[in-house]
């Protein structure tokens, strides 16, 4: 599942991609990490 189509974890995903906003991360690679961490989350649950 693509992190965009869910809710979980959704304040989460928005405070990581400020900071990554902030030290300058491509929007692309923004999204790879997020996609990751958002796997590895619900893989954990």
């Given at each position: 599942?693509?992190?965009?189509?869910?809710?979980?974890?959704?304040?989460?995903?928005?405070?990581?991609s400020d900071v990554?906003?902030?030290?300058?991360?491509?929007?692309?690679?923004?999204?790879?990490?997020?996609?990751?961490?958002?796997?590895?989350?619900?893989?954990?649950n």
């Open positions: 599942m693509k992190y965009t189509d869910s809710n979980l974890y959704k304040s989460e995903r928005r405070d990581i990554l906003e902030l030290i300058n991360y491509r929007p692309r690679t923004i999204d790879s990490y997020l996609q990751s961490i958002f796997e590895c989350c619900t893989w954990l």
